[in-house]
């Protein structure tokens, strides 16, 4: 077994964030601004989160199971530049039409809704959006990776740019009225 292991070429794509449709994750983020029109922001601070559509994910995945190169590899699977949350709103915004208020929640405060949403999980046994451990996951400096690796190896990148990921997931939310 460990002699065919040893013998057997793989590469590991690392995707980020993913957006796109058919993806929960971002339903919440797309309803505030949607309905609500606000734009969440937590903490003073930018920070930077690498995505990729799925789209793009599932191309190269394709093009990964049949690369000549990088066998042995971890690549990251994202679009060529990290974006601030603000960057997303604002893609957001040119896709539908819809501007949202910046609302910027104080680290403290962020980190007291997340033991709120831990206390809710304990007590209602249901899964909550933002527990402790997603708050810290959003405080987090940074969430930015690069595809220079890929691109180097393959000669690949990302097809769709943010308008184009962010609209098709905004239609296909707005057609399965998720939003």
């Known amino acids: 077994m460990q002699a065919a292991l040893r013998n057997t070429e793989w590469i590991i794509l690392r995707p980020p964030a993913v957006m796109g449709p058919r993806d929960e994750q971002f339903v919440p983020l797309f309803k505030l ?3 609500w029109r606000v734009i969440t922001e937590v903490g003073f601070r930018p920070r930077e989160y690498s995505l990729i559509g799925v789209d793009d994910l599932v191309a190269m995945l394709a093009h990964a199971a049949v690369a000549e190169q990088g066998s042995g590899e971890t690549l990251f699977a994202t679009m060529p530049e990290p974006y601030a949350w603000r960057a997303v709103a604002e893609a957001f915004r040119r896709v539908s ?11 403290f ?3 007291g809704i997340g033991l709120f949403g831990d206390f ?11 527990g402790s451990d997603k708050v810290t996951e959003i405080l987090g400096e940074s969430w930015a990776c690069s595809s220079n690796k890929m691109k180097r190896l393959w000669g690949v990148e990302c097809g769709d740019d943010l308008d184009t990921v962010v609209g098709k997931t905004y239609r296909f939310y707005l057609q399965q009225k998720w939003i």
Do not use: C, D, F, I
């Not at 039409?97 to 680290?107: N, Y």
């Not at 007590?123 to 909550?128: A, D, E, K």
């Open 33 to 35: 601004m949607s309905r």
């Open 97 to 107: 039409g819809k501007s949202s208020l910046r609302l910027v929640v104080p680290e």
């Open 109 to 111: 405060v962020s980190r």
């Open 120 to 130: 809710r999980a304990r007590v209602t046994n249901q899964p909550v959006l933002l």
